[in-house]
């Protein structure tokens, strides 16, 4: 063992190898700090005094299977100048830490690959160190994300755990990466990302969010000259619900068995694209034996066909005509259902029809928001929840594929 090895083979530079010890199957190397390169941590000072020696092992990077420790006998000085009696800072360590820079860096190079139980059995080390060591490094890298070239955002919430608990999600459209974790839904999620984009000086050019009175109040009070553009995903699935309702309300008021016997069972036949009906199993023979025996529902159907219609448009003159006309079709149908959805798509037809101007949509963050769900999934939770929203923070980097 050298100096040099010291250096270039675990990153440890200024001391000196004094002996290796084999204990219990580990490596232990003993190492030292000559008086003269001690400096006093106070005021910098090179004229200290030596005032004794404190021996501390920190964990170093393993050879092979063995894991390595490194001793310390650290330096007490007391200057001179300042009047400082105090140990001299460890160059090869962080400050109160038991480990070396070297070994949290390889530590965190296997946790790209590895769950943290993996990556503590394999270096013989806690689950809570390289979970520190993970949460340490995030927060480093991603607690404060920067604002100022952001564009485009799209926002939206997701279920965490059971009880209706939440985080909101601000994700940046054009990089993918994650802006803001608030916790809860709504409103006053936002509230601390909205302090820090405006001092960030970020000019937003659109926002994509659902239908939600709580977004539209904040995004329009926040962001006055950004242009709020409805999500299709959301406008479709708040009619899909819509629909899902009156198909339950026409099965309850059916008078015959038949009736009843022939709506049982199509909820999911509705929401089906009529290209993605399976021939096999006779879906589309039972889909159009219940519009036949139910005309309100048949409406309700085909309007839904027609509506998602509107964001294929070859331009946003013939998508506002199409949806104006779509409108009146749902007024005059009579179905009370429809005519409150025609309400809403009425007065909220320019943030559907601004997708022709900033053809963005929340689909990025459905995909982040599954990515999140599979992490959780394969962690079986978070116990730290300030921990895991570090971790959707930095969710852009990570790939998570479930191993088989």
């Given at each position: 063992?050298s100096t040099s090895l010291l250096y270039h083979g675990f990153g440890i530079r200024g001391y000196r190898y004094v002996a290796t010890e084999y204990v219990e199957g580990k490596v232990v190397f003993r190492i030292e700090q000559d008086l003269a390169t001690c400096r006093c941590p106070a005021c910098g000072s090179a004229q200290v005094a030596p005032r004794g020696t404190v021996d501390r092992p920190f964990r170093s990077l393993p050879i092979g299977s063995k894991p390595v420790t490194v001793r310390l006998a650290i330096p007490r000085v007391d200057c001179q100048e300042c009047g400082a009696i105090r140990q001299t800072?460890?160059?090869?360590?962080?400050?109160?830490?038991?480990?070396?820079?070297?070994?949290?860096?390889?530590?965190?190079?296997?946790?790209?690959?590895?769950?943290?139980?993996?990556?503590?059995?394999?270096?013989?080390?806690?689950?809570?160190?390289?979970?520190?060591?993970?949460?340490?490094?995030?927060?480093?890298?991603?607690?404060?994300?920067?604002?100022?070239?952001?564009?485009?955002?799209?926002?939206?919430?997701?279920?965490?755990?059971?009880?209706?608990?939440?985080?909101?999600?601000?994700?940046?459209?054009?990089?993918?990466?994650?802006?803001?974790?608030?916790?809860?839904?709504?409103?006053?999620?936002?509230?601390?990302?909205?302090?820090?984009?405006?001092?960030?000086?970020?000019?937003?050019?659109?926002?994509?969010?659902?239908?939600?009175?709580?977004?539209?109040?904040?995004?329009?009070?926040?962001?006055?000259?950004?242009?709020?553009?409805?999500?299709?995903?959301?406008?479709?699935?708040?009619?899909?619900?819509?629909?899902?309702?009156?198909?339950?309300?026409?099965?309850?008021?059916?008078?015959?068995?038949?009736?009843?016997?022939?709506?049982?069972?199509?909820?999911?036949?509705?929401?089906?694209?009529?290209?993605?009906?399976?021939?096999?199993?006779?879906?589309?023979?039972?889909?159009?034996?219940?519009?036949?025996?139910?005309?309100?529902?048949?409406?309700?159907?085909?309007?839904?066909?027609?509506?998602?219609?509107?964001?294929?448009?070859?331009?946003?003159?013939?998508?506002?005509?199409?949806?104006?006309?779509?409108?009146?079709?749902?007024?005059?149908?009579?179905?009370?259902?429809?005519?409150?959805?025609?309400?809403?798509?009425?007065?909220?037809?320019?943030?559907?029809?601004?997708?022709?101007?900033?053809?963005?949509?929340?689909?990025?963050?459905?995909?982040?928001?599954?990515?999140?769900?599979?992490?959780?999934?394969?962690?079986?939770?978070?116990?730290?929840?300030?921990?895991?929203?570090?971790?959707?923070?930095?969710?852009?980097?990570?790939?998570?594929?479930?191993?088989?």
């Open positions: 063992m800072p460890i160059a090869f360590a962080d400050p109160r830490r038991t480990y070396t820079k070297a070994f949290e860096r390889y530590a965190l190079e296997l946790s790209q690959n590895m769950t943290i139980l993996d990556v503590a059995r394999h270096l013989d080390v806690s689950w809570d160190m390289i979970k520190d060591m993970q949460k340490r490094h995030l927060q480093q890298r991603f607690a404060r994300p920067k604002l100022r070239h952001l564009k485009q955002l799209a926002i939206d919430e997701i279920a965490i755990a059971k009880g209706h608990r939440y985080v909101t999600i601000v994700l940046d459209l054009e990089s993918g990466a994650v802006m803001h974790v608030g916790d809860g839904k709504g409103a006053d999620a936002l509230k601390p990302f909205w302090k820090r984009l405006r001092s960030s000086g970020a000019k937003i050019e659109a926002v994509a969010i659902d239908m939600s009175p709580a977004y539209i109040d904040a995004v329009t009070t926040n962001l006055p000259h950004a242009t709020v553009v409805f999500d299709r995903f959301h406008v479709m699935k708040l009619y899909n619900d819509k629909l899902s309702n009156l198909r339950r309300e026409l099965h309850h008021e059916a008078v015959d068995k038949m009736h009843k016997d022939v709506l049982k069972g199509t909820r999911w036949l509705l929401l089906k694209r009529p290209e993605h009906l399976d021939d096999s199993r006779h879906e589309r023979t039972r889909l159009d034996e219940a519009l036949r025996l139910n005309q309100p529902l048949a409406t309700a159907y085909y309007l839904k066909e027609d509506l998602a219609e509107v964001w294929e448009q070859d331009d946003e003159a013939e998508a506002k005509a199409h949806l104006l006309d779509w409108v009146c079709r749902a007024e005059a149908s009579g179905i009370r259902m429809l005519k409150t959805f025609a309400k809403t798509i009425r007065a909220h037809a320019l943030q559907i029809l601004a997708y022709y101007d900033y053809p963005i949509t929340t689909g990025p963050l459905e995909g982040t928001n599954n990515k999140i769900k599979t992490m959780k999934r394969q962690a079986y939770g978070f116990r730290d929840h300030e921990f895991f929203k570090l971790k959707i923070l930095g969710i852009h980097e990570s790939k998570y594929a479930l191993v088989g």
